[in-house]
């Protein structure tokens, strides 16, 4: 008894409106994601400008600003630290941060639309205003101390100071 290659060949049925079909979905999905964009407004446009949780954001002004802004917060304790949980100050690095800010809007001077232009202002004043609070509140923390122990400590603004808000 042998078997004809014909006997064991598989039955296939092919579909031949899969493709119509599968690009009908595919612009249907487009729509509805099109659709959504629009009634969230700018919610759903920074969510989807962020790439999602755990996507790369794209690299534009927006983000690198974004990104050196984090930098500064985070070395003058706003945002704790993930490793600890604790919110820890260095002043030089938060200086440092906001100075590559001012290098950044120095040197696209006149190249910013109005919106790049107002984020990076704000951004600037904003940290340049807590950055102000928060050397006042070390330099206080440094003259008791200083006071306390009677021994001169080193200042923030000196280079090396490490301040726990």
């Known amino acids: ?3 004809t290659p014909e ?4 039955d296939l049925q092919i579909d031949s409106d899969w493709k119509a079909e599968a690009q009908a979905e595919k612009d249907r999905l487009a729509a509805e994601e099109k659709a959504k964009a629009e009634q969230g407004g700018d919610a759903a446009g920074a969510a989807g400008a962020a790439g999602g949780p755990g996507k790369i954001p794209p690299a534009d002004f927006r983000t690198l600003v974004s990104e050196i802004v984090t ?5 003058m304790g706003m945002i ?7 919110r820890v100050a260095i002043i030089d690095l938060a200086k440092y941060q906001i100075d590559m800010l001012g290098v950044l809007q120095t040197k696209t001077e006149g190249n910013l639309d109005e919106e790049e232009k107002k984020l990076l202002e704000q ?3 904003e940290l340049r205003m807590h950055f102000v609070a928060l050397s006042q509140e070390a330099m206080k923390q440094a003259a008791s101390e200083s006071g306390a122990d009677g021994n001169a400590t080193e200042s923030p603004e000196a280079g090396g100071g490490i301040v726990t808000p």
């Open 1 to 3: 008894m042998s078997e």
């Open 123 to 125: 951004a600037l004043y």
């Open 7 to 10: 006997n064991n060949a598989p």
């Open 71 to 75: 930098q500064a917060m985070f070395a």
């Open 80 to 86: 704790p630290d993930p490793n600890t949980g604790q």
